[in-house]
């Protein structure tokens, strides 16, 4: 599978349209976007704290994939005539390693939570961690967001959990995800 040429099109239940695509360079300033339509409790929920936005630095680390061991996908649905990132999923090994268990971030902007946009994002991002040969994600997570975990539920995806102190360790396993998610996203097809 060629991470970097993935583009997808999917039919959510309500009938809206989202592109799960691979995320480029020049998204940065639709990352910033997304970032600013976040509220303070997601951002506190998904960075471990409060903060105001990414760096540049960050960004850069974010956009600077290369299909393998450092993949992200961007969501994007049309707003107002222009299609908007409203959603991120990545999966990173550590700067430097070729193996290992990379590691999982997912975000979804408040306004579009909830209607299966983060279960796609994962979904893909599943297909393309196993197509490369890694078989384990793992995310950290605030102890008391389970409700984080929601988006894999409807993939049947094993999972395990660790706490330690105010913090969760969870251990996703790719190959567990369906290819498809029917009664998520009815018509799907490739763009």
Known sequence: MDALAFNTLETLADGDVVRIRF???????GLVGLFS??????????FLGPRSNWTNRELEYLTDLDG??????AASLVLDA???????????????????RPELGIIVE???????IGTLLLQHLFEIASAQGFSELEAHILAEND???????PLGIKLTRVTKD??????FRTDDA??????????????
């Open 23 to 29: 995320l480029r360079r020049e998204d940065k300033d």
């Open 82 to 100: 222009e299609e908007v990132i409203v959603g991120y999923a990545s999966y990173m090994l550590a700067p430097g390693k070729q193996t290992g």
């Open 166 to 171: 105010r913090e969760t360790f969870v251990t």
């Open 37 to 46: 339509r976040l509220s303070p409790n997601t951002i506190y929920r998904r």
């Open 147 to 153: 409700q984080i975990l929601a988006p894999a539920v």
């Open 178 to 191: 369906p290819k498809q998610v029917s009664r998520l996203s009815p018509p799907r097809g490739s763009v």
């Open 68 to 73: 393998r061991g450092r993949v992200a996908l």
């Open 110 to 116: 408040d306004a579009q939570q909830h209607r299966g």
